[in-house]
Nanobody, 123 residues
Framework: QLQASGGGLVQPGGSLRLSCAAS????????MGWYRQAPGKQREGLAC????????DYADSVEGRFTISRDNAKNTVYLQLNSLKPEDTAVYYC??????????????????WGQGTQLTVSS
């Protein structure tokens, strides 16, 4: 029901856009978010966008570098990643978000998720 795509190998300082297609039944009623998980590290909530007014919240670690958006007509949520750093290397997942987006770093609130996409930031 959720399929993330768009990952790859990017040089430090580069940009990338991740996409996540969702079924209409999920997309229309849920806030949507992105989280990532790097090897040996805990899941990290990154960004969340409301289903009602499109407002977004971000983790401090990505505020100003990442931008979440959604296209309701396409049932797709995006994550634009700029100024990438090697520490951004991880598998990125999109998921529904079950709380207010202001709690985006509360990873337990991520609900249904699908296959992630690998991002590697390296020179």
């Amino acid at each position: 029901q959720l399929q993330a795509s768009g990952g790859g190998l990017v040089q430090p300082g580069g940009s990338l856009r991740l996409s996540c297609a969702a079924s209409g039944s999920i997309f229309s009623i849920n806030a949507m978010g992105w989280y990532r998980q790097a090897p040996g590290k805990q899941r990290e909530g990154l960004a969340c966008i409301s289903s009602s007014d499109g407002s977004a919240d971000y983790a401090d670690s990505v505020e100003g570098r990442f931008t979440i958006s959604r296209d309701n007509a396409k049932n797709t949520v995006y994550l634009q990643l700029n100024s990438l750093k090697p520490e951004d290397t991880a598998v990125y997942y999109c998921a529904t978000y079950l709380l207010s987006c202001r709690f985006v770093t509360t990873t337990q609130a991520f609900g249904s998720w699908g296959q992630g996409t690998q991002l590697t930031v390296s020179s």
